[in-house]
């Protein structure tokens, strides 16, 4: 993500900021203005890098493994550390978000294709090495 600015402002006008921000988070209606808020909020990167670390959580709490987090959506393994840590030991909003999301059937497509990607990348790692395995004879 983008970087903070190191000069400090008053904790109150933070403080007032987050609660504007969060406010206007809540006020939103439908899909459309999420959608328009956030693309004109971050950039297509920014957007992704969240994006991904929700897919991370909710692979994690399913039990995927490391690196069929990482071939499926082409994150690193620290990348995937860091959420870890965060939904294990500090996360109580990545919990309650995962945790609701898990219990939606809405998501089943989410999943099917999760598992086509993981199987894909299985498959394809077993062929790269059937295939190096002749080459060298």
């Known amino acids: 993500m983008s970087q903070l600015s190191k000069l400090p402002i008053r904790r109150d006008l ?15 209606k439908d899909k459309g203005e999420i959608e328009d808020f956030l693309s004109d909020l971050l950039s297509p990167i920014e957007k992704m890098m969240l994006a991904k670390r929700l897919a991370i959580a909710l692979m994690l709490e399913k039990d995927y493994t490391y690196p069929m987090i990482g071939k499926a959506l082409r994150v690193t393994p620290t990348t ?30 989410f999943w099917s294709t999760v598992e086509d990607v993981v199987e894909s990348s299985v498959v394809t790692k077993k062929s790269e090495k059937s295939s190096r395995k002749y080459k060298s004879r």
């Open 14 to 28: 933070e403080e007032q900021m987050f609660d504007l921000f969060t406010s206007t988070i809540i006020s939103l």
């Open 80 to 109: 995937i550390a860091s959420v870890s840590m965060q939904l294990r030991y500090a996360g109580k909003g990545y919990k309650k978000i995962v945790d609701k999301i898990l219990r939606d059937e809405r998501y089943e497509d």
